[in-house]
């Protein structure tokens, strides 16, 4: 079967979420899967990550906007290749197109109220795209594809698919994210001392950026150690907003953002972190907070959305709208050793559920099923 994968942006130096989810995939079913012929779409970028081998052939699209990369170049490029299944991998796809398809839906936040203070645009418009495209888009998708029960159910209930018109397949996380005793020199780039605070976080409001930042500055009052905290993806100036609302400029001093930061650092920080916050207020997954865990770093994550079921049980789970609840945990990590160990040994187990591997073996399956369906 000839088999198309939209991977739009994974040649762009700055990856995010998605990128990397599709990324990987590709990865895998290059490595694993001799019997099918994949051809990859992409825009043109500076990191060529995926090359051309006997069964997988990249094919750069280069047009100016997002919209008409995937609703005009994207559908005529598949057809041009004679592909027999297009999968399209972050969240939306072509309205028009005659070629079957298979979409992963990762969430649907774009269907919930939006947060009037987000004031990116980027995000906005991404929000928007998503409410015109995809309930034109649904109806015409062999499968539908999401990251974990959460999500299914959500999406279930929200927009009325089928039950069986879905496949819940769960992200993994790379092999490089693993416990090491010398995280080397790498950590050193953003924090000059092991030990610290880590927090992925950006001005999404569903980030909770905020009221993370209320619990630093509490946990600061009350920490006899007062770890400095290490933010990635967050500007100077939305940080000086929230200091100016909350008046917390005590946090001001301790606080490190060195802006975007590649994945290939991420498993140093992790290893060189004393603690991970992941406090988001929704999450359709959260790759971040498996990786972590696989880096045997204690993580302080939410009791809300999907995190519960990718951390697990006995993972800390906290109540995202309270601050105090996420100082505490903070202290607790900080006073209580034994429960510091246990914690660390709580992610390395969780996180052996999960790979690549096992997620491009779904994916293999979920192609031949939505190719049954076209015959």
Known sequence: MKIGIEAQRIFRKNKHGMDYVVLQEIRQLQQMDSDNEYYVFVKPGPDRCVEDSSNVHVVEIDTPTYPLWEQWALPRAARRAGVELLHCTSNTAPIRCDVPLVLTLHDIIFLEPRDKQNRSLYQNMGWLYRRLVVPRILDRCRRIITVSNFERDNIVSRLGIAPGRMAMIYNGYNEWFRPQDDPKEVYRRYMPERGFLFFLGNTDPKKNTERTLVAYARYLEQSAVKRPLLMADLDRDYLDGIISRNHIEAIR???????????????????????????????????????AMACGVPVVTSRTSSMPEIAGPDAILVNPESSDEIAGMLLRLETDAPFYARQRQVGLERASHFSWRQTARQLLEVYRKSAELTK
């Open 253 to 291: 001093g301790h606080i490190v953002m060195p802006g975007y930061i590649p994945n290939g650092d991420l498993p140093y920080i992790y290893n060189a972190a004393f603690a991970f916050l992941y406090t988001s207020l929704r999450e359709s997954f959260g790759i971040p907070l498996l990786e």
